[in-house]
Nanobody, 122 residues
Framework: VQLQASGGGLVQTGDSLRLSCVGS????????MAWFRQAPGKEREFIAG????????YYSESVKGRFTISRNNARNTLYLQMNSLKPEDTAIYYC????????????????WGQGTQVTVSS
């Protein structure tokens, strides 16, 4: 599985962005998927996950209520709608595919995209 993330950019506080992650190779719809992010000097952070069939969404407290994860298996695409962006959302955002069974921690993602930069100015 190869993943290609896109949609990042430079925005202002309060703006919205939608990230996309297109998969190629084996059918993406068989994998659970997630978005992670890594800010400068910080560890990579899980922010949102979605089960393979789209039923079941999971969010970190830092983005709950502002971000929405979704997927279109027919298009092999994962999305992250980000609203009410804050400067602390500035990071490189990565999509990932694998197995996710909350409440177990999200550690079994085997395939990763290259990341897309999101910068939120104050």
């Amino acid at each position: 599985v190869q993943l290609q993330a896109s949609g990042g950019g430079l925005v202002q506080t309060g703006d919205s962005l939608r990230l996309s992650c297109v998969g190629s190779g084996p059918i993406l719809g068989t994998y659970d998927m997630a978005w992670f992010r890594q800010a400068p000097g910080k560890e990579r952070e899980f922010i949102a996950g979605i089960k393979w069939d789209g039923i079941g969404e999971y969010y970190s407290e830092s983005v709950k209520g502002r971000f929405t994860i979704s997927r279109n298996n027919a298009r092999n695409t994962l999305y992250l709608q980000m609203n009410s962006l804050k400067p602390e959302d500035t990071a490189i955002y990565y999509c990932a595919a694998g197995d996710y069974s909350p409440p177990s921690p999200p550690t079994d993602f085997r395939f990763w995209g290259q990341g897309t930069q999101v910068t939120v100015s104050s």
